[in-house]
């Protein structure tokens, strides 16, 4: 197994000892709602630590979203490749140049400078973090919803190859706003967390901001609709707007219930 990939199971054996005496640390949870898991970042310390992973791996995500998006626009150019995704797939998990393989080596790299209650519940929540890509692509169909043939698995269920290039700039565009929105978000929760860490009441903020940044993420749908009259239809159907960008926020909501978890 690439430990630039991975963290080994060797290594979370090791730590069920420090797991189990984990669950029993005080901490305080995140206030929920808004937030779905974690908890209020006990020290300096755990608070640097915990948003740096944070950001680290919101950046890998978004970066994904555009392996994504190169890739099927390479396919729809005829440019598929060995593989026959336009390397979309090479571009996340390759184990020397994936976006997803570097953040996890930068985390890897530091981990033993984490405190210890950071190295544990990191651990716990590894299946977590790694399988937020996979839910990347099955929100992908969402938007490459035109066309008479479909994209290779890795895009997801459903999702189609658009049968023109104004289509194809129509929802690589839309999944831009998409993809902006839940980075939004990830600012906002970064940044409410911060502030219940100091010691603010409430939610830090958090609902107010989201919601802030979730308006402006169906604005500039909006904006798209009207330069693009609204085609392909399928994108701008019903509530796909708002579930679209609702998805990616819920993405960065499990993601901080996954990295802002040490118990003290």
Known sequence: MNARATLSPSILAASAALLLSAASASATPLPSPP???????????????EQFIMKTIAKAFNAGQSCFTKGATN????????????????????????????????????????PASVQTCLLANVGVLTGLQSQTSGLLPRAFCSGTG???????????????????????????????????????????????????SGDGGVTACAQAAQAKGEAEFEKLRAKTGGSPACIFDGTTKEQAIAAFRDLMFTLTAAVYCAPN
């Open 35 to 49: 937030f779905t898991g974690g908890n209020v970042p006990a020290t300096a310390a755990v608070l640097k630590t």
């Open 75 to 114: 396919v729809f150019k005829g440019r598929a490749g060995t593989a026959g995704d336009g390397g979309a797939q090479a571009c996340v998990s390759d184990p020397d140049k994936g976006v997803a393989a570097k953040a996890q080596s930068l985390i890897i790299g530091l981990y033993p400078t984490f």
């Open 150 to 200: 479909d994209l290779p698995a890795a895009f997801g269920t459903g999702a189609k190859l658009p049968d023109d290039k104004a289509t194809l700039q129509a929802e690589v565009k839309a999944i831009s706003i998409f993809g902006k929105a839940g980075a939004a978000v990830q600012k906002c929760i970064d940044k409410a967390v911060q502030a219940l860490a100091a010691g603010a």
